[in-house]
């Protein structure tokens, strides 16, 4: 089998799969979940064997021809497309697996199933395309499932709300996304991502600031950078696997991707706009986590600000490409590129571990999710308890752990470039040890403080082999070294700190671990009933709490702004029809002697004279503009 | 007039042959379900001859008419809306016991007057066809003469396209006076003839006519009739109005526009524009504060045209062919959300306020599923025909310069993601709860379930190879400048 | 024709307004003026009104002169057709009884669908069995 045949076939499996379960499995749920798990099955043996093939390659066929203008369907598959590959695979097939027993019982399981294979083929399709626009069509697609799947528990308002929410606020971000695509075609004359390296090889001129923050647009909706972070924790409304493989692990990760597939055509200004945004995010969604109650809120926070890490590494390392004339030209791996997805795969692992640890409590304690209601945990389900400890120091940047690596790659990054930059990601790392210590001491000790916290016991095998097997990769996933040989290109671009500079970051990150961890023992008190921030120090739990209002602003804007904006609309045409013109010109026309009113036929006459006065107007833009030029 | 041209002409004698019979019919034999399967035989004879006609086009049929691939790619698009009207129409009219077959009768007309449209090659065939379409119209929409809204909704039509009329006509009298002839190629050639600039009479002539015609299209300011007689009208000529009598005047919009250039026509043009920029504004922020499904429809209608006039605008080697592409996708998604709003409607109203639809899914999971095709195709999500058409008409205004209009296009679409999820999560939500939303529970008959699955496949299987039927219709559709 | 000049334009317009309110003005300033017992009455000879003036006609009358309209203006083709009989020569003659059909065809439906009756009684009595025909069916129809 060729190796674009592999990946036809990659793209086809779980669209079938879905199909077939639409189709026929719809009252069959247990058929749909086997079905959909040996999808994820076969789809992970391919993608191994596509990647370890060492086979790179971009291939695409007309799909259609318009004018001139041509759009065709291909697969671009360099290292970074396999390395991402790997993620999608590899999570999604334990997490597939996790939901076998998370859904069990679920009466609905088949089109949870359905959803599940629907996004695989939407999230792979997304990693092959070769131009923007089938680029464009499959994260439209991943949005769609993603807004499916947030709706499984469609009879709760907050699931159908969160859903709304989430697929607006991408549309906004599309939105900007869409544009910048037609910006590009308009500036080099192509969508095809290779064809445009090229092209700006050839003529750097045509490169714009604006095509890259349009593109970029698309990715602070997906990737839950501010402002558009609003809808990701209200998705922890969808079942949990859900939220660890599309909302934790790959689909929010695709902003990121984006923007490594993209990297030829940014520009100093526009890194610097998304290194800042970056940033502010990472601190920002910290600040965030530590006022929440919901364990899987915590974690959707702990995401976005893992987001804004990865968003701010591939600014700062642009910039340093960038920098003194630099330029980046076709499958070129800056060092920025290459730590935003080192620290998305080691991500992809502890956080999918963490959130899936997050469904086995969850799922242990009769569906509580409250923190200061758990208790005594550690005890009751120990397997749980080591992965998801695992999961944590993994995440707050334990040495030797995976997270420990890749963030000192982006620290080391922020401290090359902009010391503010690397000061304030010092304090987002910090905020992670704290926030994390909080979740984990709370949840996990003292007694159980809830029915569902009392009964709890340890899941089957389907649900915790997952666990284990994520724990093993958040443990080794940070040593490059044991990456084989298909992923050297991303790897070999990770900038590692040497000398003086490792000792100072290393010093740092782990005297942050060492603050974090300890102030959040101390001030929370493993197995804590309340939450000591808002007993103690209640402005600032509510400050926290509110989130900076942001939630707020867009209610507010919607509510207020943009419903008034139609609402004067259509008085307008109302108090132009039935007010001035209505009585106006009836009693104008009545003047006149000609008797046309009568409160009946009023609409009706307004109607007409709208249409006379829409001509005048048309009438004088004519001549008016034709005189003129 | 020779065999040939009468070959030409088949489609046409077929659907006036149709309606004399039913007629005949009728006077002996009083039967709705034969009158419509009388006038379904009519339609479908008169696709049938479609291929003889193709074979001998390009022909003239002097002075009036113009048998070419482009008029009859527009025939097989109007018939084929217009069999589709026919079969929701059966079922409609049954429901409300109207054993009056002469809705046929005119539905057959309207399609004849829509189908002289398509082909007219003079202003006289032009206004025939127009005044054809919208007589029978006017009875039509107030068919269902027991209802005060039908009547209050064709007393309204009646009045604003008579006025439009009226416009169109003294158009015509100015370009007559203008041209000293009424055939569409005396235009070309005064445009031609005279490259800085026509007499003010033949501009004031063409933007009267268009005037005219934006009154079918129903586009800002012409549009205020659009959302009372939508929703006034029974659902199926509703679907008749949307589509078939919106169809054909772009295409003779098409035709009558094409020996312009817009670079010498800045006036016409940027007023021509202004509507079209207008159109996408006010019928996309209009129809977000609608909670009639019909309502909303007919707003977005408004928009639908706003966008089409973008690649009438755009002209050149692609506009006619996105213009048209984009009318196939539209005519499809619309014929199915109005042929399910027909369905579903109960006797004694329209099933047609958003609450109506809530939890539709749990009650009738086919039918739900088929607006929702429609609704995504509407929306122009990838992967359904709706996307490809946006996509094609962007690609015809990129190529032509328009970046203000595609900036307005692209903005005010993304408000139409508002209204109509609403109608999707009105749809999905609320499971258990039967006895909301009111809605008819008797099954889809098989014709009409046959139409509107075909009509929902075509959606999809457009939506992801675009490409023949893009490639038949850019080869049909190059109009001769 | 672009440089055709427009004055005449001007002067027809000018001309249709001055004749237009010309008459107005001077037939209220030459016209006699007086308000007398008998001024709003109709003048019927000089015989005082008997009645009101407005009767009450048949509906008939109406739907009579529709049909009458039709028919006749569809017929004025006709003349036209006959003046150029020798020219047209036999498309032309086709093209007529194809016309003629069409109108034969309308009368047919009129006749059948009792437009045509004068009497009440005729029209009465389709009316009452089409009612029943109709209520029979609604009874069909209820019935399952």
């Given at each position: 089998m060729t190796p674009s045949a592999t990946a036809l076939l990659l793209l086809l499996l779980p669209l079938g799969g879905a199909l077939l379960t639409a189709l026929f499995l719809r009252r069959r749920g247990e058929a749909a979940a086997w079905l959909s798990v040996g999808v994820a099955g076969v789809l992970l043996l391919l993608g191994l064997g596509l990647i370890f093939s060492g086979e790179r390659f971009d291939r695409s066929v007309e799909w259609l021809r318009f004018g001139e203008f041509s759009l065709s369907l291909g697969f671009l598959f360099d290292d970074l497309a396999a390395l991402m590959l790997f993620v999608v695979v590899f999570v999604g097939f334990w997490i597939h697996l996790f939901s076998l027993g998370y859904m069990k019982g679920d009466p609905h399981k088949a089109r949870f199933f359905g959803g599940l294979s629907l996004f695989m083929f939407a999230m792979i399709g997304m990693t092959l395309a070769d131009d923007l626009i089938m680029l464009f069509i499959f994260w439209e697609l991943v949005g769609l499932s993603s807004y499916l799947l947030i709706n499984f528990?469609?009879?709760?308002p907050a699931a159908v709300a969160a859903s709304k929410k989430a697929f607006i606020v991408n549309r906004i971000g599309d939105f900007g996304f869409l544009l910048g695509i037609i910006w590009a075609y308009w500036a080099f004359g192509s969508i095809n991502l290779n064809e445009i390296a090229v092209i700006i090889g050839e003529k750097p001129e045509t490169i714009a600031t604006g095509i890259a923050l349009l593109l970029f647009c698309g990715a602070v909706g997906k990737s839950g950078q501010i402002p558009l972070h609003v809808w990701l924790p209200d998705?922890?409304?969808?079942p949990t696997p859900v939220s660890a493989l599309i909302h934790a692990a790959t689909m929010v990760a695709a902003g990121i991707y984006l923007l490594c597939r993209v990297s030829v055509v940014m520009t100093t200004e526009a890194a610097t706009v998304i290194l800042w945004i970056g940033v502010a995010t990472a601190v920002y969604a910290g600040f965030c986590a530590i006022a929440q109650r919901d364990i899987k809120k915590i974690l959707a926070y702990s995401t976005i600000s893992q987001l804004g890490f990865m968003v701010a590494a591939f600014g700062l390392g642009t910039r340093l490409a960038l920098a003194d004339g630099g330029s980046i030209t076709l499958g070129m791996v800056t060092a920025g590129a290459a730590a935003a997805m080192f620290h998305l795969t080691t991500h992809a692992f502890f956080k999918a571990l963490l959130f899936l640890g997050a469904g086995s409590i969850i799922h242990a304690c009769h569906h509580e999710q409250d923190i200061f209601k758990m208790g005594g945990l550690a005890r009751s389900t120990p397997l749980t308890f080591i992965t998801f400890t695992i999961g944590v120091l993994a995440l707050i940047g334990m040495p030797f752990l995976a997270g420990f690596f890749s963030k000192d790659a982006i620290l080391y990054l922020a401290w090359q470039v902009s010391p503010v930059a690397f000061y304030l990601l010092v304090l987002g790392a910090l905020l992670t040890a704290f926030y994390m210590s909080r979740l984990w001491a709370v949840a996990f000790f003292g007694a159980p403080r809830s029915d569902g916290a009392k009964h709890a016991h340890e899941n089957g095998p389907v649900m915790v082999v997952p666990l284990i097997v994520l724990a093993l990769f958040s443990i080794v996933?940070?040593?490059?070294?044991?990456?084989?040989?298909?992923f050297a290109a991303v790897m070999a671009a990770i900038p590692h700190p040497s000398g003086a500079d490792k000792t100072l970051i290393v010093g740092v990150s782990v005297a942050v671990l060492v603050v974090g961890v300890l102030s959040a023992l101390l001030f929370?008190?493993?197995?804590?009933?309340?939450d000591a921030l808002e007993r103690k120090a209640r402005p600032v739990h509510r400050f926290l709490a509110a989130r900076l209002w942001f939630d707020d602003v867009y209610n507010w804007y919607v509510a207020k702004v943009q419903q008034r904006l139609a609402l004067v609309l259509s008085y307008l045409e109302l108090v132009f029809i039935s007010g001035l013109l209505v009585r106006g010109l009836a009693g104008f026309s009545g003047l006149l002697g000609l008797g046309l009113r009568s409160l009946h036929t009023g609409n009706l006459n307004a109607y007409l004279y709208w249409i006379l006065i829409g001509l005048v107007l048309l009438w004088g833009l004519t001549i008016g503009l034709a005189s003129g030029s | 007039m020779t065999a040939a041209d009468f070959q030409a002409l088949l489609p046409f004698m077929c659907v006036a042959a149709a309606a004399v019979i039913v007629m005949l019919v009728i006077s002996f034999y009083r039967n709705q379900t034969l009158s419509a399967i009388l006038t379904l035989a009519g339609l479908l004879v008169a696709l049938a001859s479609l291929p003889i006609a193709w074979s001998h086009a390009p022909r003239a049929i002097p002075p009036l008419l113009r048998v070419d691939s482009f008029a009859l790619v527009h025939l097989a698009l109007l018939l084929v809306g217009t069999v589709a009207v026919t079969v929701f129409s059966q079922r409609y009219l049954e429901k409300y016991r109207m054993e009056r077959g002469e809705f046929y009768i005119l539905l057959l007309l309207s399609a004849l007057g829509a189908l002289i449209l398509a082909a007219a090659d003079h202003f006289v065939a032009f206004f025939l066809g127009l005044e054809l379409l919208s007589v029978s119209l006017y009875v039509m929409v107030g068919y269902?003469?027991?209802k005060e809204k039908a009547l209050e909704a064709a007393v309204k039509y009646l009045f604003l396209a008579g006025l439009t009329s009226a416009l169109l006509l003294f158009g015509l009298a100015l370009i007559y006076a203008a041209l000293g002839s009424m055939e569409f190629s005396a235009l070309a050639a005064a445009v031609a003839g005279a490259p800085d600039g026509l007499s003010p009479f033949l501009v004031a002539g063409m933007l009267l006519v268009f005037a005219g015609a934006a009154f079918k299209l129903s586009v800002v300011p012409f549009h205020l009739w659009t959302p009372d007689i939508y929703q006034g009208a029974p659902a199926p000529v509703t679907a008749f109005l949307a589509t078939v009598s919106k169809g054909c005047v772009v295409a003779v919009l098409l035709r009558f526009f094409a020996p312009l250039d817009p670079a010498s026509q800045t006036g016409l043009f940027s007023a021509l524009a202004a509507v079209a920029g207008a159109s996408m504004i006010v019928g996309n922020l209009l129809a977000l504060l609608q909670d009639n499904l019909k309502r909303i429809l007919a707003y977005s209608s408004i928009a639908h045209f706003g966008y089409i006039l973008v690649a009438f605008l755009a002209g050149g080697e692609n506009g006619p062919a996105a213009a048209t592409f984009y009318l196939v996708t539209y005519f499809a998604a619309t014929l199915i959300a109005f042929g399910v709003i027909g369905y579903l409607s109960p006797t004694d109203q329209e099933a047609d306020t958003v609450a109506d639809y809530r939890g539709l899914f749990w009650r009738r999971p086919g039918s739900a599923a088929l607006l929702s095709i429609a609704i995504f195709s509407l929306l122009g999500l990838p992967l359904t025909a709706g996307f490809m058409g946006k996509f094609f008409l962007v690609a015809a205004g990129a190529a032509a310069g328009l970046w203000p209009l595609l900036i307005i296009l692209t903005v005010s679409a993304t408000l139409g993601i508002f209204y109509y999820l609403r109608i999707i999560i009105a749809m999905y939500s609320g499971e258990g709860r039967k006895s909301e939303g009111r809605t008819a529970d008797a099954p889809f008959a098989p014709t009409s379930a046959t139409v509107l699955v075909l009509l929902a496949v075509l959606l999809i299987v457009i939506g992801i190879a675009p490409e023949p039927l893009l490639a038949f219709i850019q080869a049909a559709t190059t109009l001769a400048p | 024709m672009p440089d055709a000049p427009y004055w005449p334009f001007l002067v027809y317009a000018t001309l249709v307004l001055t004749v237009a309110g010309g008459i107005l003005v001077l037939s209220s300033l030459l016209g006699p003026r007086h308000q007398e017992r008998v001024t709003g009455e109709p003048y019927e000879s000089g015989v005082p009104p008997t009645a009101t003036a407005r009767l009450r006609l048949s509906v008939k009358f109406f739907l009579i002169a529709i049909l009458f309209v039709i028919f006749d203006l569809e017929l004025v083709f006709l003349f036209a057709w006959a003046i150029a009989i020798h020219e047209l020569g036999w498309p032309g003659f086709w093209g007529m009884v194809v016309f003629v059909f069409i109108l034969a065809a309308a009368l047919v439906y009129e006749w059948r669908m009792g437009s045509l009756d004068w009497t009440e009684r005729s029209a009465q009595a389709r009316l009452r069995e089409r009612r029943e025909a109709f209520a029979k069916r609604q009874q069909e129809n209820a019935a399952p």
């Open positions: 528990y469609f009879h709760k998705a922890m409304e969808g996933a940070g040593y490059d070294a044991l990456y084989p040989e298909a929370y008190r493993p197995g804590a009933a309340e | 269902i003469f027991v | -």
